[in-house]
Antibody, heavy 123, light 107 residues
Framework: QITLKESGPTLVKPTQTLTLTCTFSGFSLTTTGVGVGWIRQPPGEALEWLALIYWNDQKRFSPSLGSRLTITKDTSKNQVVLTMTNVDPVDTGTYYC???????????????WGPGTLVTVSS | DIRMTQSPPSLSASVGDRVTITCRASQAISNDLAWFQQKPGKAPQSLIYGASTLQSGVPSKFRGSGSGTDFTLTITSLQPEDFATYYCQQYNDYPYTFGQGTKLEIK
């Protein structure tokens, strides 16, 4: 059974750096065709994809966040870490990590997702 | 970026009804389209990937169709647990993008 869980601060001040950790079980990020993504959702708004990291350390980011994002993996700890610099109140929302994989050459969508962690950016 | 436009933004229906939600991509995305269901305070759950393939464990009352730019999610025989917000998402090209959501409410 694949599970993921996000962790990190609930309150961050503007201009600070936000670090979120996704701890997962049931798969390894050393397995070919596996990835972990981050998605966020401001209160009452739609979902927004942020970043992805793959088993081969390929990384993809949302251009709208520019160079503010970094994503790394620690395969020994089964963790993926997302870092967002220079946060602003508009970055307030629930942050989710999610699993995706490739089977028979076809990539599937994000499934499952972690329960999410609410981050508030406020002074 | 590929823009995903969902319609309608909200939908009112009764238990037992059949409803259809549409999702239009601003450019062709083959069948790289997923549908998610989200209930208040919960993480989204994947219903469909590849535009029409049900995720394991998802009941057949959910049906996805379409290819290219136009996609639909049809839900038959609505039950109280189906009232939620539904999102489409394209994963054909980066950045991956979601629709704005369709809130399905009980009439």
């Amino acid at each position: 059974q694949i599970t993921l869980k996000e962790s990190g601060p609930t309150l961050v001040k503007p201009t600070q750096t936000l670090t979120l950790t996704c701890t997962f079980s049931g798969f390894s990020l050393t397995t070919t065709g596996v990835g972990v993504g981050w998605i966020r959702q401001p209160p009452g708004e739609a979902l927004e994809w942020l970043a992805l990291i793959y088993w081969n350390d390929q990384k993809r980011f949302s251009p709208s966040l520019g160079s503010r994002l970094t994503i790394t993996k620690d395969t020994s700890k089964n963790q993926v870490v997302l870092t967002m610099t220079n946060v602003d109140p508009v970055d307030t929302g629930t942050y989710y990590c999610a699993y995706r994989f490739r089977a028979a050459g076809i990539w599937r969508s994000f499934d499952p997702w972690g329960p999410g962690t609410l981050v508030t950016v406020s002074s | 970026d590929i823009r995903m436009t969902q319609s309608p933004p909200s939908l009112s229906a009764s238990v037992g009804d059949r409803v259809t939600i549409t999702c239009r991509a601003s450019q062709a995305i083959s069948n790289d389209l997923a549908w998610f269901q989200q209930k208040p305070g919960k993480a989204p759950q994947s219903l469909i990937y590849g535009a029409s393939t049900l995720q394991s464990g998802v009941p057949s009352k959910f049906r996805g169709s379409g290819s290219g730019t136009d996609f639909t999610l049809t839900i038959t025989s609505l039950q109280p647990e189906d009232f939620a917000t539904y999102y489409c998402q394209q994963y054909n090209d980066y950045p991956y993008t979601f629709g704005q959501g369709t809130k399905l409410e009980i009439k």
